[in-house]
């Protein structure tokens, strides 16, 4: 029997992985960086547990775990509404069980424990990299029976403070985006079509990337193109004329062309929406996308401190 602080799986939940911010700088071996979709959720939800900001955590998805504490734990549930204390630092007992069950409506949240989840530094990150069956907790899912040991914590929780992120609304998400290295290789039609159009997310989606259903932007000839690095947020446009977000375990490298690129401080907003809802791209400039990321940075930290 596993003895120790941690957190038993009851149920697993529908897709339950080890998350922190993701393992940068090994894109030239070809090893996708993974980490949290949520990057803003992983962060507070930490800080709100007295971790350092990126610590490893749990990245649940539409269907919620159940778990078991060993020994006394603070949780925090940061992203869509989980559990019985969204947003808030949730003090379990020893032997205590809860459900993080979804509200209706939520795709994804972080569940950050105080200490951090104690699992092999690989590559310099805790991170499950699903395509890759590395990392995180055996490199897969979380199982029914699973023991997550946990750190000692270093500080004391939050206590007091809330997080309540941006959710998406009923009819979908607006997400403010900027032109892509490629986006003159579609003609003015095609470019307008992308820009006006209210896509939808497809259930295909996955943590490689978003597929948005909606009408073609025509045949792209991939063949003659050369591969290139791909990056967080970049929208491609496959052969079919369809486009797909790319997220945290995107391929590092890719031959189809880039009409657009999400800003990073809405990315969070888009893995904290569930497939069959809308998504439209509201133009902006890059110089625009940098200004608001650094204001939603002032915004964090003013939050819940500089606690690093």
């Known amino acids: ?136 907790f055996e490199g897969r899912r979380l199982q029914a029976g699973d023991f997550l040991a946990v750190f000692p914590a270093s500080a004391s929780p939050l206590e007091e403070a809330r997080v309540d992120l941006p959710q998406p609304g009923e009819g979908g998400v607006v997400l403010r985006a900027f032109a892509g290295p490629d986006e003159a290789e579609f003609d003015a039609g095609a470019r307008a079509v992308f820009w006006g159009t209210t896509w939808k997310i497809l259930p295909q ?10 009408p073609s932007l025509g045949h792209v000839e991939t063949a003659s193109r050369a591969t290139e690095g791909t990056t967080r947020g970049t929208v491609q446009v496959t ?29 969070g907003l888009l893995a904290r929406t569930p497939p069959g809802l809308g998504v439209r791209f509201e133009r902006i400039s890059p110089t625009e996308a940098r200004s608001l990321l650094a204001a939603r940075e002032a915004r964090l930290r003013a939050l819940i401190g500089a606690r690093t």
């Not at 009851?10 to 998350?19: C, I, K, N, R, S």
């Not at 990245?59 to 775990?65: A, Q, R």
């Not at 490298?253 to 999400?262: H, L, M, R, S």
Request: net charge negative; with cysteine.
């Open 205 to 214: 989606s996955n943590r490689m990337g978003l597929r948005l259903g909606g």
């Open 1 to 136: 029997m596993t003895t120790g602080r941690g957190l038993h799986v009851v149920e697993p939940g529908l897709l339950t992985t080890v998350q922190d911010l993701g393992r940068e700088g090994w894109a030239s071996f070809g090893v996708p960086a993974a980490g949290a979709l949520d990057e803003e959720a992983l962060r507070l939800a930490n800080r709100l547990v007295g971790n350092a900001e990126g610590s490893a955590a749990l990245e649940i998805t539409l269907i919620g775990p159940v778990v078991r504490a060993a020994g006394d734990l603070d949780l925090a549930i940061v992203g869509g509404s989980f559990g019985p204390a969204p947003g808030r630092v949730l003090r379990l007992e020893d032997g205590e069980v809860v459900s993080l069950a979804a509200a209706p409506g939520a795709a994804r949240a972080i569940v950050a424990i105080g200490g951090g989840i104690d699992v092999a530094l690989i590559l310099g990150s805790r991170s499950t990299c699903l395509s890759g069956r590395f990392g995180g």
């Open 239 to 267: 052969a079919n004329g369809h486009p797909i977000v790319l997220l945290a375990e995107r391929p590092v490298t890719g031959g189809y062309p880039k009409i657009a690129v999400v800003a990073a401080v809405d990315l």
